[in-house]
Each structure stands twice: as structure tokens, then as C-alpha cells.
Antibody
Framework: EVQLVESGGGLVQPGRSLRLSCATSGFIFDDYAMHWVRQAPGKGLEWVSGLTGLTWNSVVLGYGDSVKGRFTISRDSAKNSLYLQMNSLRPEDTAIYYC?????????????WGQGTLVTVSS | EIVMTQSPATLSVSPGDGATLSCRASQSVSSNLAWYQQKPGQAPRLLIYAASTRATGIPARFSGSGSGTEFTLTITSLQSEDFAVYYCQQYNNNRWTFGQGTKVEIK
């Protein structure tokens, strides 16, 4: 069974940093692209970032316009984990952040979702 | 950025009836289109990918169609567990974008 467990969320002041983690199990981590998707309270879904599987050199697929230059995605094959480093946080970054496993290695549909971790940016 | 537009915003349906949800892309996404279902307090769930392929474990009452810029999600004979918000999403380029969602509510 695929398991994706996010951690690292919480309350943070504007301008500060936070690092989200996603521990995975139940599948061959290196074989799949992985993503972060967020959802602001009461709003729709927004793709944040993704990167390919290790077999495709863990290439960063890109970043959403609203986070480009501030957020960095990475993965650690030894720990089967995905990360999102979030810098210069803004109140509009307040959202549930989901760790998502792609259906394949290069980036396509979003097959499995974690339960999310809430990030609140407020003074 | 490819903009995805869903209609209607809200659809009121009686249990047992069918529902048709629409999704339009601002430019062609070929068949690189997925549909997700989200219930309150839950993470989204993949229903359909490649415009018309049901994901594992998804009941046959869910079907997707379309290509290019026009897509449809059809739900036949709605069950109580189908009342939720549905999102379409394109993955034609390395900039995944979602529609704003269609809420399917009980009439």
C-alpha cells in the first residue's frame, strides 16, 4: 500500500522559512515523479512543484509562478523522502500542502495523495 | 499558462440521476487531462487520467471523454458517496494547472 506522510507544517511568521518533508513507503520511490500541491483554506488546488524519478535524473519539472524563486523541491532516495524548502513565506502561502506520487516517472497525472500538512503564515 | 475552466460551478443532482461536468482548456492539452474527486476534509482522489482512462478501483459509473480543449466527466446514477467537488487538471507541459472545481450537491 502506498503511503505518503507529510510533516513540517505549522505556524510561521511572514518572511521566515519552513521545510516540509514527505516520508514514503509501499512503492519504489526512485521510479516515480513526485509533486507538491497546495490548497488554501476553502479554495481550489494549486500545483507547487514536481520532479522526475531518479531513473530520469530527478529533474525539477518546474514551479508554480507564485512560488518560483522562493521554494525548492528535492528528494532523497536513501530516505525515500520528498522535501519542499519554503523561503520568504507570505500570508498567501497559507495552505494545506499535499505530497503527491505521480502515475509514472516523468510527470503526468497525480495518482496518490498524502493527507497533507497545514502551513499557516501569519504574524 | 494553460487556464482550465470548469462548468458549472455547482451542479444539483438527485441520487440516482446522472451528471455531466465540463472542463475547457485555454489551448490544446491533447489527452493530457485528469479528473479528481475531493470530499470535505479529505485529500483529492484520482478518478480519470489520459482523458478517459479510469484509475484503479474507480467504479464504471465514472467516465471521461474529450481531447484538445474540451473535456467531459460523466457520472451515471449518482450514489451518496459521489457528492463532492470535482477538479480537472492538465499535464500537457511542465506546468500543471487545475480547474476551479465543480461542486456536485444533493438536489
Amino acid at each position: 500500500e502506498v503511503q505518503l506522510v507529510e510533516s513540517g507544517g505549522g505556524l510561521v511568521q511572514p518572511g521566515r522559512s519552513l521545510r516540509l518533508s514527505c516520508a514514503t513507503s509501499g512503492f519504489i520511490f526512485d521510479d516515480y515523479a513526485m509533486h507538491w500541491v497546495r490548497q488554501a483554506p476553502g479554495k481550489g488546488l494549486e500545483w507547487v512543484s514536481g520532479l522526475t524519478g531518479l531513473t530520469w535524473n530527478s529533474v525539477v519539472l518546474g514551479y508554480g509562478d507564485s512560488v518560483k524563486g522562493r521554494f525548492t523541491i528535492s528528494r532523497d532516495s536513501a530516505k525515500n523522502s520528498l522535501y519542499l524548502q519554503m523561503n520568504s513565506l507570505r500570508p498567501e502561502d497559507t495552505a494545506i500542502y499535499y505530497c503527491v506520487k505521480d502515475i509514472g516517472p516523468v510527470g503526468a497525472s497525480l495518482h496518490d495523495w498524502g493527507q497533507g500538512t497545514l502551513v499557516t503564515v501569519s504574524s | 499558462e494553460i487556464v482550465m475552466t470548469q462548468s458549472p460551478a455547482t451542479l444539483s443532482v438527485s441520487p440516482g440521476d446522472g451528471a455531466t461536468l465540463s472542463c475547457r482548456a485555454s489551448q490544446s492539452v491533447s489527452s493530457n487531462l485528469a479528473w479528481y474527486q475531493q470530499k470535505p476534509g479529505q485529500a483529492p482522489r484520482l478518478l480519470i487520467y489520459a482523458a478517459s482512462t479510469r484509475a484503479t478501483g474507480i467504479p464504471a459509473r465514472f467516465s471521461g471523454s474529450g481531447s484538445g480543449t474540451e473535456f467531459t466527466l460523466t457520472i451515471t446514477s449518482l450514489q451518496s458517496e459521489d457528492f463532492a467537488v470535482y477538479y480537472c487538471q492538465q499535464y500537457n507541459n511542465n506546468r500543471w494547472t487545475f480547474g476551479q472545481g465543480t461542486k456536485v450537491e444533493i438536489k
